[in-house]
């Protein structure tokens, strides 16, 4: 069985406020596909906390091939970053950055506390956001007559398959979306059909 499904956030959280010792963090979570994206969303920070010193953060990117970083931005070694990367994986998200920005209160917290501050800032900015549970799909492309239009359809409604896109003109073309798990059968079936071309889409 192929798991094809994943968790994520389409858009970002509201921001959580968490104290600890006159100590204040300020979570954030952000729907990101890029490490462009992530840049984006820490300068839009900076410019929000001007006098914030640490913007610690992590991130998780990809479905199948997974890329992450965490970044303790001058806290001690591992004492931010990785707490906030913890919470990521235990609410097996992905596409998201987590920021914890924090104001410090005059009081030392210690590595201990540290970590502990920012998994706690991290969970709960994770809990206000919206995650939801999306399917890995493989895009198709199908090529012909109309004189196939019939027995295309037939399948498409029966397999319930997505229409991204279609095109009529002298032939037909319809670009449609599969879950992971069932690309192979539905792959199979078109290319059974007399003379439907199917292409895979990157």
């Excluded at 984006?40 to 920070?45: A, D, G, K, V, W």
């Excluded at 097996?92 to 706690?120: D, P």
């Excluded at 995650?131 to 004189?147: A, G, Q, R, V």
Aim: proline content about 1%; charged content about 25%.
């Amino acid at each position: 069985m192929l798991a094809d499904v994943y968790n994520t956030i389409e858009k970002s959280s509201e921001e959580t406020l968490f104290k600890e010792k006159g100590s204040k963090f300020f979570g954030y979570a952000f729907p990101v596909l890029s490490e462009d994206d992530v840049k984006n969303r820490i300068e839009e920070l900076k410019k929000k906390h001007h006098s914030a010193r640490h913007f610690c953060y992590a991130y998780q990117l990809g479905i199948e091939k997974i890329r992450f970083r965490a970044n303790d931005d001058g806290e001690p070694n591992n004492s931010a970053g990785l707490p906030i990367y913890g919470q990521i994986q235990s609410f097996e998200v992905t596409n998201i950055l987590i920021v914890s920005v924090r104001y410090f209160g005059g009081t030392k917290l210690g590595v201990g506390g540290l970590i502990s501050a920012y998994k706690t800032s991290a969970q709960i900015t994770l809990e206000a956001s919206i995650i939801l549970k999306k399917t890995i799909n493989i895009n198709y492309k199908l090529s012909f007559n109309y004189d196939l239009m019939n027995a295309v359809q037939r399948i498409i409604k029966e397999k319930q398959i997505d229409i991204i896109n279609q095109k009529l003109e002298m032939n037909c073309q319809y670009t449609i979306s599969v879950r992971k798990k069932d690309a192979n059968s539905i792959f199979t079936i078109f290319e059974n059909l007399y003379k439907v071309d199917i292409k895979i889409l990157d």
